[in-house]
Each structure stands twice: as C-alpha cells, then as structure tokens.
C-alpha cells in the first residue's frame, strides 16, 4: 500500500506550508491584488481559501494550477515547478534537484 512520506502533521511539511504559502501572498501583493480580487480571476466563490493558502493551512488542488498560474500572470509551468518545491520536495529534487537530496528523511 502506498503511503505519503509528506504526513500532514510533519513539521517539516507544516513549515514547507507556510513557506509556500509566503511565496504565493508575495505573488499576489507584487501583482497588487486583494484576496478577494485574486479569489475572482482563479474562479473561486470564497476570498478565505486563498487567506488559508497564504497562511499553509492547505494547497492549491492540481486542477486549478493554471488558473493561478494566470491570475499572476505566470508561466504554468514555472508556477508549478516552483509550487512543487513546497508541496511535493521529494519530487522537485529527484526531477529537478540533486537525486542524492531526495531521500525521504
């Protein structure tokens, strides 16, 4: 049976969290967008999912990566190579990184 190395109550996956969720608030602000505003380009009803995601208490759900991703005026696949530094790390490094750094700790 499969199981994810990223359990939810990792301290490291929690703070993996907020970092991510840093760097997508600095998106937003660089882009001079309100929660609200963002929430209306990404097609969501609800401004406090995005509050939640800058503060990690989630992710964005793969189907929507590419509506951030031009709600910020960003490359998709940019958005999402650098998204996955902080959702999936493991991965990043073994696609992107040095292989030996993607051993799960």
Known sequence: ???????????????????????????????????????????????TFISQLE????RIPPDRYVAWAKALDLD??????NLMKFYDPITYNVLFGNESDASPR
């Open 1 to 47: 049976m499969y199981s994810n190395p990223q359990r939810r109550a990792s301290s490291e996956t929690i703070e993996l969290r907020k970092d991510g969720g840093l760097w997508l608030k600095s998106l937003r602000e660089a882009k001079g967008l309100s929660q609200r505003n963002l929430a209306e380009l990404i097609g969501t009803d609800y401004y």
């Open 55 to 58: 503060t990690g208490r989630g």
């Open 76 to 81: 998709p696949k940019d958005f999402v190579q």
